[in-house]
């Protein structure tokens, strides 16, 4: 039996609390972004009930990813969490849930949500200034690689440009 089953007939008569642990393999989530990799477990405490011909899930869920920064290219750990998350799945029709005899799996339903919150633009830090230029001390690189002010480009004029 899969972690994220749930049973249509137990749900006819009382909702399900499904709470735990899985491998991040239980939701076959691939990442399309070079930096960023999904590690670590999948954790849930979900409330499924049964609402008319659907499911009601709500509840919250964590995944842990491996980035690595689009700036300056540091790998860090960064957990996707969703709380307070809701969810509604059809039992019947064209996007409905697909059943094995009573069971039914709940993945295809976290999957989409879980993977929309992954980092489009993975930073380690709001303020990453990025990679430090060949030749720089590396007296700015002890603040986590930002450039800081000493950091002089043929781009630096702009700064000093007033409009």
Request: net charge negative.
């Amino acid at each position: 039996m899969k972690p994220l089953a749930v049973n249509l007939r137990q749900l006819e008569t009382q909702s399900v609390q499904l709470t735990g642990e899985a491998p991040p393999e239980v939701l076959e989530i691939e990442s399309l972004d070079d930096l960023i990799e999904v590690v670590g477990p999948f954790r849930y405490d979900l409330h499924v009930q049964l609402n008319g011909d659907a499911l009601l899930v709500q509840g919250r869920m964590e995944l842990g990813l491996r980035c690595t920064c689009a700036r300056c290219l540091r790998p860090f750990d960064r957990p996707v969490q969703l709380e307070g998350w809701a969810g509604m799945a059809d039992l019947e029709g064209e996007e409905s849930l697909q059943s094995q005899g009573d069971w039914v799996d709940l993945a295809p339903l976290l999957r989409d949500d879980v993977a929309l919150a992954f980092p489009q633009h993975p930073l380690c830090d709001d303020s990453c200034g990025g990679l430090v230029p060949p030749g720089q001390d590396s007296a700015s690189e002890a603040d986590g690689g930002s450039r800081g002010e000493a950091f002089s480009s043929e781009w630096s004029v702009l700064d000093r440009l007033k409009l």
